[in-house]
Nanobody, 125 residues
Framework: QALLIESGGGLVQAGDSLRLSCATSGRNFSAIGKGWFRQPPGKEREFVAAISWNADTTYYTDRVKGRFTISRDNTKDTMYLQMNSLKPEDTAVYYC??????????????????WGQGTQVTVSS
């Protein structure tokens, strides 16, 4: 059974940084696009960032452009999200996900087949 395991969340102050990791267990996803989503309290899950299988293309929501950086290490089948200059509005449960094969849309929840359990990020003002 394929598992995605997020780590690196926590409670920080505005302006601080965090680095999220998403490791894989049970299956190799190194040749598939991946993404990060988040779900703020009381809101729907939303797209944050995504990366193609070979990291030659990345995508970001405008809300995090210039502050967050997505990357991956295919030798470890692990994806990362470096989050700098965090703001209280970044508070959410962050999820990593693996795309469905052959689909080109990187920003929609429905385009992803596998999901992690989520990691909480809380940014205080």
């Amino acid at each position: 059974q394929a598992l995605l395991i997020e780590s690196g969340g926590g409670l920080v102050q505005a302006g601080d940084s965090l680095r999220l990791s998403c490791a894989t267990s049970g299956r190799n996803f190194s040749a598939i696009g991946k993404g990060w989503f988040r779900q703020p309290p009381g809101k729907e899950r939303e797209f944050v960032a995504a990366i193609s299988w070979n990291a030659d293309t990345t995508y970001y929501t405008d809300r995090v452009k210039g502050r967050f950086t997505i990357s991956r290490d295919n030798t470890k089948d692990t994806m990362y999200l470096q989050m700098n200059s965090l703001k209280p509005e970044d508070t959410a449960v962050y999820y990593c996900a693996v795309k469905r094969l052959g689909r080109r849309d990187y920003t929609s929840v429905g385009e992803y087949a596998y999901w992690g359990q989520g990691t909480q990020v809380t940014v205080s003002s």
